[in-house]
């Protein structure tokens, strides 16, 4: 950027304000707000295309990181299947926030003067993306203008990905102050974007973009995610960040983990592979029953649901009584007043799946029938284990160790 001695003199009071470093904070809670639901609008129906979307959109994620983490590494991600990416969903990795779902966002800000974007926290990927200032489809968004930040600088570099089938995102990517509450990442670098699927118009997607709580690895800049970025430049006490997706109230909460909000100890679980957040799975339990051993699975705030391997969710269901959606592929059903009961076990301790998060809403009238929200058909060798999980627990990611805590919630 080039500034006349007139407009630096204007700016001066900004400089002074963003100078000094923030002294370095022990916890900050970041509160979360869902703006969107699960089913169709007051008839407790699933709303298939919507999901459909959102599989697609999750699938195409965690597969762009993979891609990611080859390109980054030299090595191919052990749970990629070769040409994976290669294939025609339409979807792009930004289509993970464009669902009508129930997610969870959160507000930073970014630049000086600072800007306020709500974005989702998402440890499903790497990256900051924002849309910028010529960014089609983005009517409604908030946009992230460079040029009207007195700390960006422009690396020259851009980005750009395609999918078979002519889905693409392209864009341009800068550096800049990047802040929650009092923690502020100087010099991170984010993604503006030229372009953002018509699935993330406004009325589809109330958020404005994504930030990313994975690893460097599978980050598609290649550069240090917004947390690690925090933990660097010595703005926090422990290199820790934590989730509670439920009451008494929704948070993320960075440099450690907020002991109002769970109760007795942690279950800690390494992780298989520093990229994503990917830990072995004990065992699947159905009814009861140890239906399936020791599968990896990836941690995603960023998705509501439960995918899994066809075969492997087709052995769980038929263990529980789960029926096929007729013309619904991946989709299982069981009564609604029937729910089967379903948990995880991780280093030894089961954890269970709430009969509300477990099953999504009704689909026909004779007997009412419940959609499952654990789903089959990814192109993926792993499960992703998102919401419908991960706010029945409190789940703590330490950066320091490459583990994942899991804990019982605190009573709202």
């Known amino acids: 950027m080039r500034f006349t001695?007139?407009?630096?003199?204007?700016?001066l009071p900004f400089f002074i304000d963003a100078a000094p470093r923030l002294a370095k904070q022990r916890g900050t809670a970041v509160p979360l707000s869902k703006l969107s639901s699960l089913v169709m609008a007051n008839q407790g129906v699933v709303n298939f295309e919507a999901l459909n979307s959102h599989i697609?959109?999750?699938?195409?994620?965690?597969?762009?990181?993979?891609?990611?983490?080859?390109?980054?590494?030299?090595?191919?991600?052990?749970?990629?299947?070769?040409?994976?990416?290669?294939?025609?969903?339409?979807?792009?990795?930004?289509v993970s926030l464009s669902d009508p779902l129930g997610r969870l966002f959160g507000t930073i800000s970014i630049g000086t003067p600072p800007r306020n974007f709500a974005v989702l926290f998402d440890t499903g990927s790497s990256d900051v993306i924002l849309p910028g200032p010529q960014c089609d489809n983005c009517d409604g968004h908030a946009i992230y203008n460079p040029a009207a930040s007195l700390t960006s600088t422009d690396p020259?570099?851009?980005?750009?990905?395609?999918?078979?089938?002519?889905?693409?995102?392209?864009?341009?990517?800068?550096?800049?102050?990047?802040?929650?509450?009092e923690l502020m990442a100087t010099d991170q670098t984010l993604g503006a974007a030229a372009h953002y699927s018509e699935a993330l118009q406004i009325w589809?997607?109330?958020g404005d973009g994504l930030l990313g709580m994975a690893f460097q690895s599978i980050s598609?800049?290649?550069?240090?995610?917004?947390?690690?970025?925090?933990?660097?430049?010595?703005?926090?006490?422990?290199?820790?960040?934590?989730?509670?997706?439920?009451?008494?109230?929704?948070?993320?909460?960075?440099?450690?983990?907020?002991?109002?909000?769970?109760?007795?100890?942690?279950?800690?679980?390494?992780?298989?592979?520093?990229?994503?957040?990917r830990v072995n799975i004990d065992s699947v339990v159905g009814n009861g029953q140890n239906v399936l051993s020791n599968v990896p699975g990836i941690m995603d705030t960023g998705t509501i649901l439960i995918l899994g391997p066809s075969e492997d969710v087709a052995t769980l269901y038929a263990a529980v009584g789960?029926?096929?959606?007729?013309s619904e592929p991946g989709f299982y059903s069981f009564p609604c007043d029937s729910v089967p009961s379903v948990s995880f076990t991780f280093g030894g301790r089961s954890f269970p799946i709430p009969a509300e998060t477990l099953s999504m809403g009704a689909f026909g009238n004779d007997p009412p029938q419940c959609v499952g929200s654990i789903i089959a058909g990814t192109t993926v060798r792993t499960w992703i284990v998102?919401?419908?999980?991960?706010?029945?627990?409190?789940?703590?990611?330490?950066v320091a160790n490459l583990r994942v805590g899991f804990a019982t919630l605190a009573a709202a």
């Open 5 to 11: 001695l007139a407009t630096v003199i204007t700016a």
């Open 56 to 94: 697609a959109a999750t699938t195409a994620k965690i597969l762009h990181g993979f891609d990611n983490f080859e390109k980054n590494t030299g090595a191919s991600h052990p749970s990629a299947m070769k040409g994976a990416l290669k294939r025609d969903s339409g979807a792009l990795p930004f």
């Open 156 to 181: 020259g570099l851009s980005f750009s990905i395609n999918f078979v089938g002519g889905a693409s995102s392209f864009g341009n990517q800068y550096t800049d102050n990047v802040t929650i509450v």
């Open 204 to 206: 589809q997607f109330a």
């Open 220 to 277: 598609m800049f290649d550069q240090s995610p917004f947390f690690q970025t925090l933990v660097s430049q010595d703005q926090i006490d422990e290199p820790v960040f934590a989730f509670s997706l439920e009451a008494p109230g929704p948070e993320i909460y960075l440099g450690g983990t907020n002991p109002d909000m769970y109760t007795g100890d942690f279950t800690w679980v390494v992780i298989i592979q520093q990229g994503h957040w």
């Open 322 to 326: 789960g029926i096929p959606v007729p």
């Open 386 to 398: 998102g919401n419908a999980f991960l706010s029945s627990v409190y789940t703590a990611f330490d």
